[in-house]
Nanobody
C-alpha cells in the first residue's frame, strides 16, 4: 500500500487559482505514474491529468488543458496540481492516484491506478 493524502482544496471564486497537493509515503513514489482525477456529484470519476514517474512528461484532459498544471517533487514524495482560471464546472472532489505498473504510459482510466487518496473538495463559485 502507498498512502496518499491530498490537501489544499477549498472554496474559491471563478477565475481564481488554487493548488492542491498529494503527499505519498514510502520509498517507491518515484517509480509511479501519478494522476489526478475528479468526481462531481452524480457524475463518474473523470481523468484530469497525469505525470510520468520522472516528471518529464504530462498529459491533460481537454477540459483543463492550458489552465491546470501537474508537477511532482520526487525528493518530497509529493505531486501538485496547480489550477488557474477556475470555473464553476471544475467543482468536484479531486483525487490523486498512483499507478504502480513498471514502465507504464500515463493512462486515463481510473481502473489503471492502484492507490488512491481520500480526496479533497474544490468548490468554485460563480
Amino acid at each position: 500500500q502507498v498512502p496518499l493524502v491530498e490537501s489544499g482544496g477549498g472554496l474559491v471564486q471563478a477565475g481564481d487559482s488554487l493548488r492542491v497537493s498529494c503527499a505519498a509515503s514510502g520509498r517507491t513514489f518515484s517509480n509511479y505514474v501519478m494522476g489526478w482525477f475528479r468526481q462531481a456529484p452524480g457524475k463518474e470519476r473523470e481523468f484530469v491529468t497525469a505525470i510520468s514517474s520522472s516528471g518529464t512528461a504530462t498529459v491533460y484532459a481537454d477540459s483543463v488543458k492550458g489552465r491546470f498544471t501537474i508537477s511532482r517533487d520526487n525528493a518530497k514524495n509529493t505531486v501538485y496540481l496547480q489550477m488557474n482560471s477556475l470555473k464553476p464546472e471544475d467543482t468536484a472532489v479531486y483525487y490523486c492516484a498512483a499507478d504502480r505498473t513498471p514502465y507504464t504510459s500515463m493512462r486515463r482510466t481510473p481502473r489503471s491506478y492502484d492507490y488512491w487518496g481520500q480526496g479533497t473538495q474544490v468548490t468554485v463559485s460563480s
